[in-house]
């Protein structure tokens, strides 16, 4: 699968409806704007322009988001239902979303197994990263290309192609790129979901 940034008519794709399915989510939890807002951190402006349309929110405000609706992120880019016991995604259908000098693509649709995701990410080198997050579950990353930094909250680690880092996704951490470089990396997350 070849990974390119630049003009993905994919990207669009990927974040129709996202304003919807945020407040959607929202209003299922009984939250109003301003409950959500300071769950997440968010200036309540920022919130309504994201549920208008009228805001692209980077990639660490959709992390801060899911974390604060207790969803997985790929739920914020379908409303897909868990149902086939397999989906095939071609390398060309996968929408990315690329926004701060980041791009990411959700690998795993939620319809597949719920509480686990798989994502590919780049960072571009000029980028200020991922603002520290936590969230739930476990998190697992492998360097396909550069140099990645991860800053946990009790030390730091750089990893480069073919390395990878496991940890609780409790701990806030932050993502970077180094080197000059972009860093591209897999990142594959779980969730205990509680049964229903």
């Known amino acids: ?19 919807d ?5 929202r209003a299922a939890r009984g939250l109003d704007q301003g409950e959500l807002a300071a769950r997440a951190e968010l200036d309540v402006s920022h919130l309504v322009n994201v549920e208008q349309g009228e805001l692209t929110p980077a990639l660490d405000v959709l992390a801060r988001l899911a974390t604060a609706l207790e969803v997985g992120l790929s739920q914020l880019f379908t409303d897909g239902r868990p ?4 989906m095939v995604l071609r390398g060309n259908e996968v929408p990315t979303v690329d926004t701060d000098g980041m791009a990411l693509q959700v690998l795993t649709p939620r319809a597949v197994i719920p509480g686990l995701y798989a994502a590919r990410y780049r960072i571009s080198p ?3 990263g991922v603002r520290p997050v936590k969230h739930e579950g476990h998190d697992w990353l492998y360097v396909l290309s550069g140099q990645l930094h991860v800053d946990f ?3 730091a680690t750089t990893l480069r192609a073919g390395d990878s880092v496991s940890f609780s ?3 806030p951490h932050r993502l970077s790129a180094l080197g000059g470089a972009p860093a591209e990396f897999l990142a594959v997350g779980a969730t205990l979901l509680a049964s229903r």
Do not use: C, K
């Not at 399915?21 to 989510?25: E, K």
């Open 1 to 19: 699968m070849v990974f390119d940034v630049s003009d993905n008519p994919g990207s669009s794709r990927a974040l129709a409806g996202l304003g």
């Open 21 to 25: 399915r945020i407040r959607r989510l």
């Open 83 to 86: 149902g086939p016991a397999a």
């Open 126 to 128: 000029t980028s200020e």
């Open 153 to 155: 909250d009790q030390g």
């Open 169 to 171: 996704a409790r701990v």
